[in-house]
């Protein structure tokens, strides 16, 4: 297993729309076993193929405190998305930035297992919240884009300062 590369905002390729997989070889189960364990080691709940320079649609999430409850989606589907909620949202490719994002409160999601077979899963609360946060990064989208232009602006400004920093 490998720890992989975080990309981080405003990385260009963090926009690219991921494409969906074709087939489950075994370097897909690769990556996903190094995506999760590289979430693990970060430490995240979630995290996309995009974040890791990878533009398939795969991402994987486990919200539970032991993080024992890896779930892999390879090709996920939003089928029916209901209510509202509003939580403070962090992002691993926006390190030490949170904010308070609405997305729905109730998901239900179609993908498929690492061994092929298609799933369907109903999620509320941080699941549903993550689910949606990992893919919105599927289609290129970064939590940062829902808050205002003006905090936009001072984010990008203060990650492009401390990645120069550390160059
Ligand atoms: O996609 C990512 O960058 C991962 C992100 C997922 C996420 C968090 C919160 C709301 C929506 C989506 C993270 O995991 S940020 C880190 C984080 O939230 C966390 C880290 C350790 C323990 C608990 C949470
Ligand atoms: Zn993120």
Redo the contacts with the bound molecule.
């Keep these: 297993m490998a720890l992989l590369k975080?990309l981080h905002f405003p990385d260009p390729r963090l926009h690219t729309v991921a494409k969906p997989v074709a087939e489950i070889t075994p370097e897909i189960r690769q990556l996903a076993a190094d995506m999760a364990e590289t979430?693990y080691a970060?430490?995240?709940?979630?995290?996309?193929a995009t974040?890791v320079d990878r533009h398939i649609r795969l991402l994987v999430v486990d919200i539970s405190e032991e993080k024992n409850s890896l779930l892999t989606f390879i090709n996920p589907r939003i089928l029916m998305k209901e209510g509202e909620i509003v939580?403070?949202?962090?992002?691993?490719?926006?390190p030490g930035i949170y904010d308070k994002?609405t997305r729905a409160e109730h998901i239900r999601v179609q993908a498929t297992h690492l061994d092929g077979e298609s799933f369907e899963l109903d999620a509320t609360g941080?699941l549903a919240?993550?689910i949606q946060?990992?893919i919105d990064?599927l289609n290129g989208k970064v939590?940062v884009e829902y808050l205002s232009r003006l905090k936009q602006s001072r984010i990008k400004r203060k990650l492009t300062k401390q990645a120069l920093e550390a160059m």
């Design positions: 975080i979430m970060a430490p995240g709940i979630g995290l996309a974040q939580r403070e949202e962090g992002c691993l490719s926006v994002v941080l919240v993550c946060h990992e990064h939590f």
